[in-house]
């Protein structure tokens, strides 16, 4: 086990290389120590890295453009990043560390529920043990316990549910005549979390959640799922609802094709749609068939390339004039960015609507400022076309689902089902 002097070490070196990288010109302009800092834990190693490191690339594009200009009244954001790689019991240490850190004025994108569910008792724990509460903004994760007591208090969400997810999936599923759902989902707080909001939509659209089949967290693209397809094959499942990270979603489509099963095969925003094609493309080049037919994903935003939105636009041009790139010394080596997606796009709407907080707050780095900042957000336009309030009894942001297929090697918006009526 990792002593506590260890992770101080480990949390001083990602410290001084997240800024380096981070504050680039900015920090010049304000003295050391007038840095708002936000603190994010997330998978930068490990199978699932593409996500935090994409999550996190939108988002520093987006505090590196309004750092240029001059940051938050003078004052520039930066993310002090720390690697968990997707795993709950460093999600918790890396939570301690940002905790007892007296500059970090927020937790800000963690990403995952198995990881950011086990840190909301520390966040609980940490406020009456201290009588410091700290807010966590924006988690990539679309997960109940983020949603309502007894930490929904703590949590301010910008992306919709997987409830909201799973409804869209299943009504529209259901419209064109596939009721009778298989789901393929990650055994742990994720995976039942997307369990539930299928057999929930299912119930209300007279459809049926005839099997259920399994895997690991951490299993990868080199893991064999064929016993998970023959399940959900033999049960009669003529549509699959995949709850899972994308490098297993891969393997399980990719052994699903290689049965010969052509289902419409669905999975939710947190695959990371664009890492999952990436890995699919690959695998047609290296066969005999195309492994991204018949592929449906459900988004939380716009679509990356919809320059008719403002924000779109502005994503755009700054993951190009700053492309982002988090330090070696943070994330595993080997991982190619992508140049755009819905997770770097996710993460800049993050960042915007975090920087939309700061600057409503009197002092953002009191906490209560923060609290009643973020509270008194009302239809605040991003640029996307829905626009996103809270209050004091509801920290719930966007709440509208999108939905891509691939065409032509390309995940592109989707508006007509009815290629898959049976």
């Given at each position: 086990m990792t002593g506590r002097s260890g992770l101080a070490k480990r949390a001083f070196v990602v410290t001084v290389a997240v800024f380096l990288?981070?504050?680039?010109?900015?920090?010049?302009?304000?003295?050391?120590?007038?840095?708002?800092?936000?603190?994010?834990?997330?998978?930068?190693?490990?199978?699932?890295?593409?996500?935090?490191?994409?999550?996190?690339?939108?988002?520093?594009?987006?505090?590196?453009?309004?750092?240029?200009?001059?940051?938050?009244?003078?004052?520039?954001?930066?993310?002090?990043?720390?690697?968990?790689?997707?795993?709950?019991?460093?999600?918790?240490?890396?939570?301690r560390l940002l905790l007892e850190d007296d500059d970090v004025v927020a937790l800000f994108s963690f990403v995952g529920t198995p990881t950011t569910t086990r840190v909301l008792p520390l966040l609980r724990l940490h406020d009456m043990d201290h009588g410091r509460r700290t807010l966590l903004f924006f988690p990539f994760t679309g997960a109940q316990p983020l949603r309502h007591r007894p930490y929904g208090d703590l949590v301010f969400n910008l992306r919709a549910s997987y409830r909201d997810e799973t409804e869209g999936l299943v009504a529209r599923f259901a419209e064109v005549g596939r009721r009778k759902i298989g789901i393929?989902?990650?055994?742990?707080?994720?995976?039942?979390?997307?369990?539930?909001?299928?057999?929930?939509?299912?119930?209300?659209?007279?459809?049926?959640?005839?099997?259920?089949?399994?895997?690991?967290?951490?299993?990868?693209?080199?893991?064999?799922?064929?016993?998970?397809?023959?399940?959900?094959?033999?049960?009669?499942?003529?549509?699959?609802?995949?709850?899972?990270?994308?490098?297993?979603?891969?393997?399980f489509i990719r052994d699903a094709r290689d049965a010969g099963w052509d289902v419409p095969i669905a999975n939710v925003s947190f695959v990371g749609s664009e890492n999952l094609l990436s890995l699919l493309v690959g695998l047609s080049e290296h066969g005999d068939r195309d492994y991204t037919a018949n592929?449906?994903?459900?988004?939380?935003?716009?679509?990356?390339?919809?320059?008719?939105?403002?924000?779109?636009?502005?994503?755009r041009e700054a993951m190009r004039r700053f492309d982002p790139r988090p330090d070696p010394s943070v994330a595993e080596p080997g991982y190619l960015p992508l140049e755009y997606g819905p997770v770097s796009f996710e993460g800049f709407l993050n960042a915007k609507l975090m920087a939309e907080v700061l600057r409503r707050a009197d002092d953002p780095t009191e906490v209560d400022d923060l609290l009643r900042a973020a509270q008194g957000v009302s239809a605040v336009d991003l640029?996307?076309?829905?626009?996103?309030?809270?209050?004091?009894?509801?920290?719930?942001?966007?709440?509208?689902?999108?939905?891509?297929?691939?065409?032509?090697?390309?995940?592109?918006?989707?508006?007509?089902?009815?290629?898959?009526?049976?």
């Amino acid at each position: 086990m990792t002593g506590r002097s260890g992770l101080a070490k480990r949390a001083f070196v990602v410290t001084v290389a997240v800024f380096l990288v981070a504050l680039g010109g900015a920090r010049d302009s304000a003295p050391a120590g007038d840095e708002i800092v936000l603190g994010m834990s997330a998978a930068f190693s490990g199978p699932s890295r593409g996500l935090g490191v994409e999550l996190w690339r939108g988002a520093q594009a987006y505090f590196d453009a309004i750092n240029e200009d001059g940051g938050i009244d003078g004052r520039p954001v930066s993310l002090r990043i720390l690697d968990d790689g997707y795993d709950p019991q460093r999600a918790i240490e890396n939570t301690r560390l940002l905790l007892e850190d007296d500059d970090v004025v927020a937790l800000f994108s963690f990403v995952g529920t198995p990881t950011t569910t086990r840190v909301l008792p520390l966040l609980r724990l940490h406020d009456m043990d201290h009588g410091r509460r700290t807010l966590l903004f924006f988690p990539f994760t679309g997960a109940q316990p983020l949603r309502h007591r007894p930490y929904g208090d703590l949590v301010f969400n910008l992306r919709a549910s997987y409830r909201d997810e799973t409804e869209g999936l299943v009504a529209r599923f259901a419209e064109v005549g596939r009721r009778k759902i298989g789901i393929f989902y990650q055994a742990d707080a994720y995976g039942r979390s997307g369990w539930d909001g299928v057999r929930r939509a299912a119930a209300r659209h007279d459809a049926a959640l005839v099997a259920e089949a399994t895997y690991r967290r951490g299993d990868d693209l080199d893991g064999e799922y064929g016993r998970q397809v023959e399940i959900l094959r033999d049960a009669g499942a003529d549509a699959v609802i995949a709850i899972g990270a994308y490098s297993a979603s891969a393997g399980f489509i990719r052994d699903a094709r290689d049965a010969g099963w052509d289902v419409p095969i669905a999975n939710v925003s947190f695959v990371g749609s664009e890492n999952l094609l990436s890995l699919l493309v690959g695998l047609s080049e290296h066969g005999d068939r195309d492994y991204t037919a018949n592929l449906v994903n459900s988004e939380v935003v716009p679509h990356y390339a919809d320059t008719s939105l403002s924000a779109v636009a502005e994503y755009r041009e700054a993951m190009r004039r700053f492309d982002p790139r988090p330090d070696p010394s943070v994330a595993e080596p080997g991982y190619l960015p992508l140049e755009y997606g819905p997770v770097s796009f996710e993460g800049f709407l993050n960042a915007k609507l975090m920087a939309e907080v700061l600057r409503r707050a009197d002092d953002p780095t009191e906490v209560d400022d923060l609290l009643r900042a973020a509270q008194g957000v009302s239809a605040v336009d991003l640029g996307v076309d829905a626009t996103v309030s809270y209050s004091k009894e509801d920290h719930e942001g966007l709440e509208k689902v999108y939905f891509t297929t691939v065409e032509n090697g390309r995940f592109v918006p989707l508006t007509d089902w009815s290629r898959w009526s049976p």
